[in-house]
């Protein structure tokens, strides 16, 4: 059974980075889309990225783009989300989730879920 642990989350100020990784364990990420997303404070859920299983680039939401970059290692069995000029409303708890091969998936396909990791973006 394929288990996702995000870390990497922290407390930075408006204009810094973070990256955050994607760990999995009991399985491969060979054939898994992995999936970042995010709830804000009071929000529901949504989509950050996504990295297909064969992918080297992942796609991003339009709030992110040209901001954020996500990665995988397969080797290492890790995603990692790169996030660059974080604003306040970047703030939440990350997760991220895997769904079969592809990033075509809704989020309802995702599973895997891990705990999630918080980013907090504040002067």
């Known amino acids: 059974q394929l288990q996702l642990v995000e870390s990497g989350g922290g407390l930075v100020q408006p204009g810094g980075s973070l990256r955050l990784s994607c760990v999995a364990s009991g399985l491969t990420l060979d054939n898994y889309a992995i999936g970042w997303f995010r709830q804000p404070p009071g929000l529901l859920r949504e989509g950050v990225s996504c990295?297909?299983?064969?992918?080297?680039?992942?796609i991003h939401a339009d709030a992110v783009k040209g901001r954020f970059t996500t990665s995988r290692d397969n080797a290492k069995n890790t995603v990692y989300l790169h996030m660059s000029n974080l604003k306040s409303e970047d703030t939440g708890i990350y997760y991220c989730?895997?769904?079969?091969?592809?990033?075509?998936?809704?989020?309802?396909?995702?599973?895997?879920w891990g705990q999630g990791t918080q980013v907090t973006v504040s002067p």
């Open positions: 990295i297909g299983a064969r992918a080297s680039l992942g």
């Open positions: 989730a895997a769904a079969p091969m592809y990033c075509s998936h809704p989020m309802e396909d995702f599973d895997s």
